[in-house]
């Protein structure tokens, strides 16, 4: 029997990668892999605003970044990165093609930015303005990609020339391409249904799930940086104040204490008539 029951078990590990890979090959599988790859490289943008952005030659070793096409390299050594992504074969590359392959927002002209967090010579009070308008603007963002999303369940075929108008209440319009991934418009029968009704309520709703959740983590994320963040900045507000304080009074202050020393010494002078005094 416990022979038995160990072959049954190691059956049901060796079907697990290929449970995983048949799941990953149905249609809502491979949206769900397109959702959380847009929504990812939709938080890395967002960081990116708060925390900056430099040249690969200025990254620190261990830095991890993102091609194009989503695929992570690491800094390994001085203008050196190296993947580990299947197709690549340990391919290096240099600072100069990891600027030139890195992703890039395409609302942006280049990829390197100052962080609002950089922001010298101002209160943690002064950032809460741009901190508030580049959430929204993530908020905005992330409904734009659900949306676009779910445009792309309905229709087929290629992508090639087919642009989305993607509007989201209280933001700007979005010109975005189809979710490859997620155009489920070949499964349909003949009435106009889909085939797989799951995947289609799986593609509809799963990004709007996940979304929602990932805002909620980052709005965690940004009020505990701005804790941080007020902290850090008011000690060093204190720190300079207190260098200040120490190179304006410093000659005054030493003066009127060396006078104070001598005076001690010349107390002894002073003669007592009390009876403690020889105690």
Aim: with cysteine; proline share 4%; net charge positive.
């Amino acid at each position: 029997m416990k022979r038995i029951l160990l072959i049954l078990i190691g059956i049901a590990l060796l079907l697990q990668p290929a449970l995983v890979r048949a799941a990953a090959q149905t249609p809502s599988g491979a949206c769900l892999q397109a959702v959380n790859k847009e929504l990812s490289r939709e938080q890395r943008i967002y960081r990116t605003m708060l925390f900056g952005f430099t040249k690969a030659a200025d990254a620190p070793l261990g830095d991890r970044r993102y091609d194009k096409e989503g695929n992570a390299w690491i800094k390994m050594r001085k203008n050196s990165w190296r993947s580990q992504t299947k197709g690549f074969g340990g391919a290096t590359w240099s600072d100069a093609q990891m600027d030139l392959m890195v992703e890039r927002d395409f609302m942006a002209a280049t990829p390197v930015r100052r962080g609002i967090f950089e922001t010298k010579k101002a209160l943690t009070s002064e950032l809460i303005p741009p901190l508030l308008q580049s959430f929204r603007a993530f908020r905005c963002r992330v409904e734009a990609v659900c949306k676009a999303v779910s445009l792309s369940i309905p229709q087929s075929g290629s992508t090639e020339g087919k642009i989305l108008k993607v509007e989201t209440p209280g933001c700007m319009d979005f010109a975005m391409s189809p979710v490859e991934a997620c155009m489920l418009g070949a499964e349909k029968d003949a009435d106009g249904t889909f085939a797989h009704k799951g995947d289609e309520a799986v593609a509809r709703t799963y990004c709007t799930h996940v979304g929602q959740q990932l805002l909620e983590r980052e709005s965690d994320v940004l009020k505990l940086a701005v804790s941080y963040d007020a902290a850090y900045r008011s000690l060093l507000q204190f720190a300079g104040h207190f260098d200040l304080f120490l190179e304006e009074f410093r000659t005054s202050i030493s003066t009127p204490i060396r006078q104070a020393v001598s005076l001690l010494g010349q107390l002894q002078q002073i003669p007592c008539f009390i009876s403690q005094c020889d105690e």
